[in-house]
């Protein structure tokens, strides 16, 4: 049997969106976890790891400080030998908003040192080809610690190149879009269970809220065609290199309609072999 490839995932992103806090779930996670590591050292820090067996998974934090340097950062993953290493690159991103808050929070100093707001769009223009190379982008402007964690962590359960995280969610179109979703479905033209009363506090997880969307011709039909273009479409974005997929599902408040709409989808996908989690924005699930 081949040996499982080691494991090396690139933590970089804007300054204040959680590259430490995010370093230290995988440390906990029990990566081998080395923050700022210059990319003039990264070839022989490579070399230490190749040569040490004890090392299968490491977590390399990379930021603005680095500068010009990270102009180099695409040539340095090619080079990698693809026999030995899987290599994925993990952005996070915040809202401007967030960013300076955090900042202001935290009474640190932004690493370029210039005037906070000059200095977060300059870090952005520095970074973004940076985070357009990314294998996936996280946007923690409204994360939880524990959130942060739970993405990170689906993120680790792959274990081959080829395969595929599915995350399924539901969301409320009033309470805005979910960010860094690759699939957005409006199911706000299913019968709605928030009009029948003993319904109205109930949530797409309840049975009764579930028997009564089933009950109708058109939620059979949506549920059907849609679960067939998703099964359609995995196959096609693997073969693009997509390991990380996000479909979300959205109502109008994002308690009866997607959120059933999402853990069935998500039910079959799992049913197919496939590793889809499921979460529920504005239920708290």
């Known amino acids: 049997m081949q040996p499982d490839k080691r494991r090396i995932f690139i933590i970089t992103?804007?300054?204040?969106?959680?590259k430490t806090q995010a370093l230290k779930i995988f440390g906990d996670l029990g990566f081998y976890c080395v923050d700022n590591l210059p990319l003039a050292l990264f070839g022989n820090f490579i070399d230490y790891v190749r040569e040490n067996g004890e090392i299968q998974n490491v977590a390399l934090g990379m930021d603005v400080?680095?500068?010009d340097r990270l102009k180099e950062m695409p040539q340095l993953i090619a080079a990698l030998p693809k026999d030995d290493f899987t290599?994925?690159?993990?952005?996070?991103?915040a809202g401007e908003d967030c960013l300076v808050r955090r900042f202001s929070e935290t009474k640190h100093k932004h690493p370029i040192h210039k005037k906070l707001a000059a200095a977060i769009a300059h870090e952005r223009e520095v970074m973004n080809p940076i985070k357009t190379m990314a294998d996936k982008v996280i946007d923690t402007s409204d994360l939880k610690l524990g959130e942060l964690k739970e993405k990170l962590s689906a993120l680790l359960s792959l274990t081959r190149e080829r395969d595929m995280q599915i995350s399924v969610m539901?969301?409320?179109f009033k309470h805005g879009l979910p960010k860094d979703c690759d699939v957005v479905m409006d199911v706000?033209?299913?019968?709605n269970p928030y009009y029948i009363p003993e319904l109205k506090e109930k949530t797409g997880l309840d049975d009764g809220v579930q028997q009564y969307i089933m009950s109708f011709k058109e939620s059979q039909e949506f549920a059907e065609k849609f679960a067939d273009l998703i099964k359609y479409l995995i196959p096609k974005y693997i073969k693009e290199g997509k390991s990380y997929l996000t479909i979300a599902m959205?109502?109008?408040g994002g308690r009866h309609r997607s959120v059933f709409m999402a853990h069935k989808l998500a039910e079959y996908l799992n049913q197919l072999?496939?590793?889809?989690?499921e979460f529920h924005r504005d239920i708290g699930l």
């Open 188 to 191: 706000r033209f299913l019968p």
């Open 250 to 252: 959205g109502c109008t």
């Open 87 to 93: 290599v994925k690159v993990i952005f996070l991103d």
């Open 13 to 18: 992103g804007m300054s204040g969106a959680g």
């Open 273 to 277: 072999g496939l590793s889809a989690s």
């Open 170 to 172: 539901s969301f409320g």
């Open 65 to 67: 400080r680095e500068g």
